[in-house]
């Protein structure tokens, strides 16, 4: 398996690129959010990748972030969802605004993206519920680390993500973590 090209790129072509690797060129599909950030012609790069190989063809999807590369990896495990449309969403949405989506359960957000209709868009919020990880879909109404982590420790301990954030927003600005755990606690119960 090809898990990372470092190289030069050759060619951009979206949403392909062209990665030089000592003399052989690899034929890379990425999201438009990697290959806008990309570098121009010439420049060293380095893609994470997904190799998939399939009775057809054999294709390599490049990633600039391993949060980009774990996405789509979730994303392509989903029935009806290729690698095409994983692509189609990293495209459309960046890894956090697609984790906000995911938990806020915003069909129609999904259903902008071209290709995901209602129905894919349902089956997605569905599926990928508590797989993007809460680090990736902190609520706005979190302002500080501590805060952060007194989320994260009440979603860990069963509660839901609103449920957790309307406690947050209860709590001292400037409470310590275990302080604020133990205060959101006695507020939930």
Do not use: C, W
Not at 22 to 28: D, H, K
Not at 79 to 87: D, E, F, I, Q, Y
Not at 140 to 158: K, R
Request: no cysteine; aromatic share 4%; proline share 5%.
């Amino acid at each position: 398996m090809i898990g990372r090209l470092s190289g030069v790129i050759a060619e951009k072509t979206p949403p392909q690129v062209l990665i030089d690797v000592g003399g052989v060129g690899y034929e890379v599909d990425v999201p438009m959010s990697t290959f806008y950030n990309l570098g121009a012609l010439g420049e060293r790069t380095v893609l994470l990748t997904h190799f998939v190989v399939r009775e057809d063809a054999q294709q390599l999807f490049g990633f600039l972030t391993q949060e980009e590369r774990a996405t789509f990896r979730q994303l392509i495990k989903i029935s009806g969802v290729g690698p095409k449309m994983a692509l189609s969403l990293l495209s459309g949405l960046s890894v956090p605004e697609l984790a906000q989506a995911v938990s806020r359960q915003e069909a129609g957000r999904l259903t902008k993206v071209p290709g995901i209709g209602k129905k894919t868009a349902e089956r997605l919020l569905l599926e990928l519920k508590g797989k993007l990880g809460p680090d990736l879909a902190l609520p706005a109404t979190v302002a500080s680390d501590a805060q952060a982590d007194i989320l994260q420790a009440l979603i860990a301990l069963g509660y839901s993500e609103k449920d957790a954030a309307a406690t947050l927003k209860v709590l001292p600005a400037d409470v310590g973590v275990s302080e604020g755990i133990k205060l959101a606690l006695k507020k939930l119960s």
